[in-house]
Structure formats: structure tokens, C-alpha cells
């Protein structure tokens, strides 16, 4: 049995990205997650996420804090032309001070991306422009959060291009 088939059935956090923002309506639309290689030398295959687990229950929390209260719900979760995507609806800040704080670095641009944190069913290894990488699959969707971060190295510079309107 090798390192990734031993980690089968363990929590695992991937990271991205921001597409916009309403004021009005608290809520943040995000790209959740993505098959783009990540800094681990990992992919997440996304059409085969299973989200019933996350949406009976979809909280959005703070660095996977999940001892502390939520800073949010995700809205509007699911795969979207190959990559999983949400809308977050944040809390006011009567309800939590921390979602304040974060709705507020997320419209600064201080905070600019998610995490996924999921528990992964299968695996396997295939090459990808050359080089072998480890492919999740039948990843269970726990939690998503805001994150500082991002494993996902897109996550910034799609960020970027987002926030300077450049695409």
C-alpha cells in the first residue's frame, strides 16, 4: 500500500478563488475547486464530488476552524463547466464579529480565496503534461472555507486577473 492509498478516507483542503462580490446581498461567488495540478502534485477529479453530506449542512467556516461558529452558508453549490463552484452568503456581524472581519478582508482583497476540505474515497495516478500526478476521485465534500492560503496555485493569479479586470 503506498502514501496516498493509506490517505484514503482522511480530510484533505484545496484552495481558490473569488469571481465576485454583492453588497447588498452579503454574498461572494467562488470557484471552489478546479483539475489544475496543486502544490501537493495533486488533482481533484471534478465530476465525480459527492455533495449530499455538505448540503445538508453548509456551513462556510475560517481556515477549517470547525470548532468555531460558521462565518457563513454556501448557496448555489456544484460543478459548473468542470469545476465546483459556490456562492457564500456571509453573516452580519450581530450574528458573528469574525464574518465581519472576513467579508470585510474579502472586499479589501486582503482575503482572497476558498479551501475545500473533503474526504477522498479512491485515487489513482495519471500523466498529465508529462508528469505523473495522484488523482482524487469520489471526493465527499465536508466544509469549505476562506482561507489565507490556497494550495491551489491558479488561486492568486486568477485573483489577479479578477481584481485588475484583466482575463
Known amino acids: 500500500m503506498n502514501v496516498r492509498q493509506r490517505e484514503a478516507g482522511m480530510l484533505v483542503t484545496k484552495a481558490f478563488h473569488c469571481k465576485a462580490f454583492n453588497d447588498a446581498a452579503r454574498t461572494a461567488e467562488f470557484v471552489a475547486s478546479t483539475d489544475v495540478v496543486d502544490a501537493y502534485g495533486e488533482i481533484v477529479d471534478q465530476q465525480s464530488w459527492q455533495l449530499g453530506d455538505f448540503l445538508k449542512n453548509p456551513v462556510i467556516l475560517f481556515a477549517h476552524q470547525s470548532r468555531e461558529l460558521p462565518i457563513g452558508r454556501a448557496r448555489d453549490v456544484g460543478v459548473r463547466t468542470g469545476q465546483l463552484e459556490c456562492l457564500i452568503e456571509f453573516a452580519?456581524?450581530?450574528?458573528?464579529?469574525?464574518?465581519?472581519?472576513?467579508?470585510?478582508?474579502?472586499?479589501?482583497?486582503?482575503?482572497?480565496?476558498v479551501s475545500v476540505g473533503f474526504v477522498p474515497t479512491n485515487g489513482r495516478y495519471e500523466v498529465r503534461d508529462g508528469n505523473e500526478v495522484w488523482v482524487w476521485s469520489g471526493c465527499v465534500l465536508k466544509?469549505?472555507?476562506?482561507?489565507?492560503?490556497?494550495?491551489?496555485?491558479?488561486?492568486?493569479?486568477?485573483?489577479?486577473?479578477?481584481?485588475?479586470?484583466?482575463?
Not at 92 to 113: F, G, S
Open 92 to 113: 452580519t456581524e450581530e450574528l458573528n464579529p469574525k464574518a465581519e472581519q472576513v467579508w470585510k478582508m474579502l472586499r479589501a482583497q486582503y482575503l482572497r480565496a
Open 143 to 167: 466544509e469549505i472555507s476562506v482561507t489565507s492560503v490556497p494550495a491551489n496555485p491558479e488561486a492568486l493569479a486568477k485573483m489577479k486577473a479578477f481584481f485588475v479586470g484583466e482575463d
